[in-house]
């Protein structure tokens, strides 16, 4: 099936971050962020709907995005054992890669999605709890 | 077919608030004196003149008449209780909540103060949390979540995109004239300051700031609706599930801080009673929720309804107003005796095949065990399932396409199913699945917070294993079809799904009934 708009940024931004992505909490708090600092510049961020919880701002179809990219063989998600709890790792596939990297020359925000690129590789080396507290401000300063 | 619209959705809104000023005007309510009634979950329980007005009400009213757990009934006959007296225990769960909290947070950092108008709002959420509801409850839900009605309204009002679409229409009549007018003259009788606006929010979990906590007692992963209907459900089925201690598990709740909001928890010392929580939910999903003859007739009733939206014989959204006994007659108006009859009579379809992953073969090998090997092509193949059968019209489509190529006369269109969950075929799950913000926090004993599940392996196993292992597709056919016309049947099914994805089904995945 077709990847949708989303699915297809998700796969862009890896791409040119070029990183392992640590851990699903990780990954929703950076696209909530990224969400709140661009989603006027890149409309398809606006039909992403996240709920704040107690551990930050949640997007039930985000999760069902990564499942559904990874079930397509275009990322791939490594078990991580972190101090004392186990993390999943999303990194792209050769066949995530490719796919994306025809995304990305196809794309003509290259500079804004090169932009965004640089948080998502800023956030990701940030440590989590960082990166939580960063988002949950933001989203409690947006009234989610 | 048509398309509904927002604008569709509130005009229904409208039109049964009109009805409920028709039965019962605002200015009408009548407060009587406090009494108490006798629930089978809750024993004695206390009333207020302000409880009795606001049960007297008719969205209130209406839950009288629908069933609680739809068809469950043709598999517990005892399944016969209404979303009526859930309303009420959600309520009683609730305000003990408030109870223990209020009565622990006195001196327990953080301090909190619930007030008469907090306790009210809550409770008042917890009475109208499900008149959005729809006949046979989940039973005729499924529909509207094809038609994405529950994403327009989501996106529409800005909501998130985790709530169900009798949530939403919950919300939406909460936030009607008719329930503003009710609640003022709660307040100006009773001298409270209670706003329909906060009512709404608190059904959805959404109160903010200090006081997020408590809509976190009617709307979160361990709330109050969940307490009353599995201790509820499970007494009226007769299905056992263990004891869930009530009172030790609403005095283990407590509330933690994270920045400026003030959010529900757990204490560590409530561990257990969230545990057999969770170990009793373990066991109604498959054994009543999920039970493939409530499914069956589910799937029965959805096409049904699907088949009237799409010929223009009924507006899907008169369902918003109409309790169960209404829709049956409805459905009989408009020409569909016969799945009525099938419906109240149990003549429901039957299994031909119940299918696992490990069911399915592809490449040599069980779907199940190379998925847990992480092989890429399996992953592949089990996306596409997925995908496919996500599409209501492709899964439809399908079902017609079967019928035809089975080449039998007696078989029409409804008259094979093929009831399919979503996301199937999984991955195998760890606790590296497991979502943070699908669980509450729990408060250390010795200060700061902890995700529940390095606390409690029970739980991870639950959670990992269940949903899992018990995923199944149901692909169902009239009773009235025997013999070889069955043959045929599986036989066009078989050929087809394993032709189209290039899949074997072994013959685990035959369902033969015991006759």
Aim: hydrophobic share 35%; with cysteine; aromatic share 10%.
């Amino acid at each position: 099936m077709e990847l949708n708009e989303v699915e297809k940024l998700i796969l862009k931004l890896l791409y040119k971050a070029d990183c392992k992505i640590k851990g699903n909490t990780m990954f929703q708090k950076i696209m909530y962020i990224l969400k709140s600092e661009y989603q006027d510049r890149i409309h398809e961020l606006k039909s992403l709907q996240f709920k704040l919880h107690y551990y930050g701002p949640f997007s039930r179809d985000v999760e069902n995005m990564l499942i559904r990219l990874v079930l397509r063989g275009l990322l791939i998600r490594e078990v991580e054992p972190v101090i004392d709890y186990l993390r999943y790792n999303y990194i792209l596939s050769e066949k995530g890669r490719e796919k994306a990297k025809e995304l990305y020359h196809s794309e003509n925000r290259r500079e804004v999605i090169d932009a965004m690129a640089n948080k998502v590789r800023e956030l990701n080396e940030k440590p989590l709890q960082e990166v939580i507290f960063k988002a949950y401000r933001i989203a409690e300063r947006n009234g989610l | 077919m048509k398309e509904i619209t927002v604008n569709d959705i509130n005009k229904a809104v409208k039109e049964i608030q009109d009805k409920w000023y028709s039965i019962l005007s605002p200015n009408e309510i009548e407060f009587r004196k406090p009494g108490r009634i006798r629930d089978p979950i809750h024993g004695y329980h206390k009333l207020s003149k302000i409880d009795f007005a606001l049960l007297d009400i008719p969205p209130l009213q209406r839950l009288r008449y629908i069933s609680q757990l739809g068809f469950v009934n043709k598999i517990y006959p005892g399944a016969n209780h209404t979303r009526f007296e859930h309303s009420i225990g959600v309520a009683a769960v609730a305000e003990r909540i408030m109870n223990a909290l209020s009565e622990k947070h006195q001196k327990m950092e953080p301090r909190i103060e619930i007030k008469r108008d907090d306790v009210w709002t809550v409770k008042i959420a917890g009475y109208v949390h499900d008149i959005g509801h729809l006949p046979f409850s989940h039973g005729s839900e499924k529909i509207f979540e094809v038609l994405g009605i529950g994403k327009k309204i989501s996106k529409e009002f800005n909501l998130g995109d985790d709530y169900k679409p009798h949530e939403l229409f919950s919300y939406l009549m909460t936030k009607t004239e008719y329930i503003k007018e009710v609640l003022k003259k709660v307040s100006d009788k009773c001298e409270l300051n209670l706003d329909a606006e906060r009512v709404a929010e608190t059904i959805l979990g959404r109160l903010k700031g200090e006081k997020r906590y408590l809509s976190d007692i009617i709307h979160s992963h361990t709330d109050a609706d969940r307490i009353d209907y599995l201790l509820r459900d499970g007494y009226y089925t007769g299905v056992p599930h263990g004891h869930v201690d009530i009172e030790h598990l609403a005095r283990s709740f407590c509330v933690v801080k994270q920045n400026r909001s003030i959010w529900l928890g757990i204490e560590e010392r409530g561990l257990e009673a969230v545990e057999a929580l969770y170990s009793s939910r373990d066991v109604m999903y498959p054994t009543v929720y999920f039970h493939h003859t409530n499914r069956i007739a589910e799937a029965m009733l959805t096409r049904t309804l699907y088949y009237a939206h799409r010929d223009e014989k009924m507006d899907i959204l008169e369902l918003l107003g109409l309790n169960d006994a209404e829709l049956i007659a409805r459905i009989n108006e408009i020409g569909y005796e016969e799945v009525v009859n099938k419906l109240l009579y149990r003549r429901l379809h039957k299994r031909i095949f119940v299918i696992r992953p490990r069911d399915i073969e592809y490449k040599g090998e069980r779907v199940d065990k190379l998925l847990s090997k992480n092989d890429s092509e399996a992953m592949d193949l089990a996306g596409e399932i997925n995908d496919f059968f996500s599409s209501w019209d492709q899964l439809m489509k399908f079902e017609e396409e079967i019928i035809s190529d089975s080449n039998v006369n007696e078989l029409n269109e409804g008259g094979l199913l093929i009831d399919i969950p979503s996301n199937f075929i999984t991955l195998p799950k760890t606790e590296a699945d497991l979502i943070p913000e699908d669980y509450l926090p729990v408060r250390l004993r010795q200060g700061g917070t902890e995700y529940i599940w390095k606390l409690s392996p029970i739980i991870v196993g639950i959670e990992t294993r269940s949903k899992y292992l018990r995923s199944n597709v149901i692909v169902a056919t009239d009773c009235s079809i025997k013999g070889s016309n069955l043959d045929k049947i599986r036989k066009a099914f078989k050929e087809k799904i394993e032709s189209m994805f290039q899949i074997k089904l072994l013959p685990s995945a035959f369902f033969k009934r015991n006759l």
